[in-house]
């Protein structure tokens, strides 16, 4: 998916989470060490939002209910309604169509590559959606466990889907409008919504089996055709605990980022949205805050004909 997208404040006793996401400013603000009371710093994100997991607790934030373009970062609640809304579907086979590939062509999107006529399962499929944030593979399990008549019928079933599902988790500043985040047609969502949608979404077993893979290898059913698929999360292999979660870029979202580590027995969910110089290095600081730690960061990189998305 193409991507085009001070003073030192005086240190003031842990204030709550909640009156931090108006605090925004002050986060930019505040002292460069990592462990600075108020939170990380020098986040350049316009979003961000960091949540303790298991507590349910919001640690940190930035403009933390700004409606933003999330680009790729939908495709969590592809998975997530495809999981959720079709658990006994996993090994169904779907036959790759045409239509998904022009698509891709069509609004230069990322893609998984998918071939005409191969079948692959759903499963499968959730590993060409999350790793190379294929849009293809988000066309094809629309079409596949969407209803109605026809292609766009089906889609539009499963984008409905995916906003109902959003009303149900309580993600009040959230809207989609396709099943990939592509599109400019006023889908939004905010880093608190993203963290509860990825919280959520991280207690399905296959979910983080997927997400927290860095590289995988699939073998379509029907013909002798093997796919290779690297995960474009950057942070995935870099930062030690990293587990998922999604990234995304479009020239309306700017780079996106929605992460995941877990570390002594704790697991952190974080999110950066429209970060256009530095969403891997601020995920790093914001998880670093979080553990209370500082973790040197070399970034993995992706091989040369991989997707960077």
């Not at 460069?32 to 979003?47: L, S, Y």
């Not at 988000?138 to 889609?155: Q, V």
């Not at 690297?230 to 995935?236: G, M």
Request: with cysteine.
């Amino acid at each position: 998916m193409p991507r085009h997208g001070g003073s030192t404040a005086r240190r003031r006793a842990a204030v709550p989470a909640v009156a931090l996401a108006a605090g925004a400013a002050l986060a930019v603000a505040l002292p460069t060490a990592t462990h600075a009371a108020d939170g990380p710093t020098g986040i350049g994100a316009k979003g961000a939002f960091l949540l303790d997991s298991g507590a349910g607790k919001a640690l940190w934030s930035k403009a933390a209910d700004t409606r933003r373009p999330i680009a790729s970062t939908t495709k969590i609640m592809t998975a997530v309604v495809a999981l959720d809304g079709h658990p006994a579907d996993l090994d169904k086979q779907v036959t790759v169509k045409q239509s998904y590939r022009d698509y891709v062509t069509r609004h230069g999107a990322s893609t998984a590559d998918l071939r005409t006529g191969d079948k692959l399962t759903v499963r499968q499929l959730l590993y060409a959606l999350m790793l190379p944030s294929g849009c293809d593979a988000a066309y094809a399990l629309a079409d596949a466990l969407g209803s109605g008549p026809d292609e766009a019928a089906r889609t539009r079933s499963f984008v409905a889907g995916m906003n109902a599902k959003a009303a149900a988790l309580g993600l009040r500043n959230t809207k989609f409008d396709s099943f990939d985040g592509i599109t400019a047609g006023g889908g939004y969502s905010t880093p608190r919504d993203l963290a509860a949608l990825a919280r959520h979404a991280l207690r399905n077993s296959t979910f983080t089996t997927v997400t927290k893979a860095v590289s995988t290898q699939q073998k379509a059913l029907n013909v002798n055709r093997r796919y290779t698929w690297y995960n474009t999360n950057k942070l995935l292999g870099s930062y030690e605990g990293v587990f998922g979660v999604k990234t995304g870029s479009t020239r309306a979202s700017g780079p996106c980022l929605v992460f995941s580590a877990r570390r002594d027995g704790r697991t952190v969910v974080g999110v950066v949205l429209d970060d256009a110089a530095s969403r891997y290095p601020d995920a790093a600081k914001m998880l670093d805050y979080a553990y209370r730690t500082h973790t040197p960061l070399t970034l993995r990189r992706l091989p040369p004909a991989a997707h960077e998305d």
